[in-house]
């Protein structure tokens, strides 16, 4: 062994050298492994931001790919017109018998902002008694409804209409009233609560004319 030491040239002999050479090659492994981790964790945040493959298949059975499912899955022109109408019935329309599931459905339709505001003139107005008690009955027509501005956050849509007031308990009571309705419809994801990715932000009604008068005044 002093030979070898000699042949070399070496001052020292480490006792220990094997196993630090262990050690400097499995933290040379460590440091790759971290690396290859890195790597994959990327990786996997660019795929999860991507969209989803979608296929759509036709009535045909004819298969389409979709790669811009928002772009795609975005609310038609007929949904958003047909959420404006049923909000309007359901939040304006009342009759004495279906107030309270009327407008629980027309609160499911509007975001939180707007139920906040709503819920302070209908239910702690005690609007909704009055309602019940008056034994009135609505029937609403609308005349034209149109999307007014549409962008990728939000529509607006106006509505003409006529609104029919009557009364069970007096059968000469009639109102007929002209009305415009200006809605703002956030669009938000599709969900098995919004399945028209569709909630109304705004609400705000104009009378345009009184139309029972105008009969009385002819009469």
């Known amino acids: 062994m002093s030979e070898v030491i000699t042949r ?5 002999f480490e006792v220990f050298g094997d196993l630090e050479k262990e050690i400097a090659f499995l933290r040379r492994t460590n440091l790759f492994l971290i690396f290859v981790l890195m790597l994959v964790f990327i990786g996997v945040i660019i795929l999860g931001m991507k969209p989803p493959v979608v296929i759509r298949v036709s ?12 772009t795609n899955n975005a609310p038609t022109s007929h949904e ?14 009342f009759n004495s018998f279906t107030v ?4 629980a459905e027309a609160f499911n339709l509007m975001t939180a902002r707007l139920q906040q505001e709503s819920r302070k003139s209908l239910i702690d107005s005690g609007l909704i008694e009055k309602l019940k008690n008056a034994q ?38 009639h109102e007929e009233i002209l009305f ?20 109304i932000e705004a609400y705000r009604e104009m009378i345009l004319n009184d139309l029972s008068r105008k009969e009385e005044m002819k009469s």
């Open 136 to 173: 009135i009955d609505t029937q609403t027509e609308f005349k034209e409804v149109k999307i007014e501005r549409d962008s990728p956050e939000a529509s607006a849509v106006s509505l003409i209409g006529v609104r029919r007031i009557s009364k069970y308990d007096t059968p000469t009571f």
């Open 180 to 199: 415009r309705a200006d809605i703002v419809l956030k669009k938000v994801s599709r969900s098995s609560s919004t399945p028209e990715g569709l909630l």
């Open 59 to 70: 009535e045909v059975e004819g298969a389409q790919m979709i790669r811009d499912l928002n």
């Open 100 to 103: 309270t599931k009327d407008l």
């Open 80 to 93: 958003v017109l047909a959420l404006a109408k049923r909000f309007t019935m359901r939040y304006t329309a």
């Open 8 to 12: 070399v040239k070496r001052r020292y």
